[in-house]
């Protein structure tokens, strides 16, 4: 089991930007593909960027391409979300998952952080 600690939350203005950060530690995250999700209260929680294992390939919910940007670093054993252009619907609890190299679903992800709060102000 691998266990993730999200970083890097807080309240930006729109336009901004905000960096998430995500350590593992317990096991090496190079093995697994690593996505960041985000849930406002009462809603589901929805993917927003995913980077495959050896970080050769990533995928973007079309709400946030184009402004957000998913990285690792398997050597540091962490995963990176930089997050341009906020808007006020941006606002969630992120959160990072390890799991499947091109999973969509928070049931293909069987390792999760605490998650981070990102609140966008208008």
């Known amino acids: 089991q691998v266990q993730l600690v999200e970083s890097g939350g807080g309240l930006v203005q729109a336009g901004g930007s905000l960096r998430l950060s995500c350590a593992a530690s317990?096991?090496?995250?190079?093995?697994?593909?690593m996505a960041w999700f985000r849930q406002v209260s009462g809603q589901e929680r929805e993917v927003v960027a995913v980077?495959?294992?050896?970080?050769?390939?990533?995928y973007y919910a079309d709400s946030v391409k184009g402004r957000f940007t998913i990285s690792r670093d398997n050597a540091k054993n962490t995963v990176a979300l930089q997050m341009n252009s906020l808007k006020p619907e941006d606002t969630a609890v992120y959160y990072c998952?390890?799991?499947?190299?091109?999973?969509?679903?928070?049931?293909?992800?069987?390792?999760w952080g605490q998650g981070t709060q990102v609140t966008v102000s208008s």
């Open positions: 998952a390890a799991g499947s190299d091109f999973g969509r679903s928070s049931k293909e992800f069987g390792s």
């Open positions: 317990g096991h090496t995250v190079s093995w697994f593909g």
């Open positions: 980077i495959t294992s050896s970080g050769g390939s990533t």
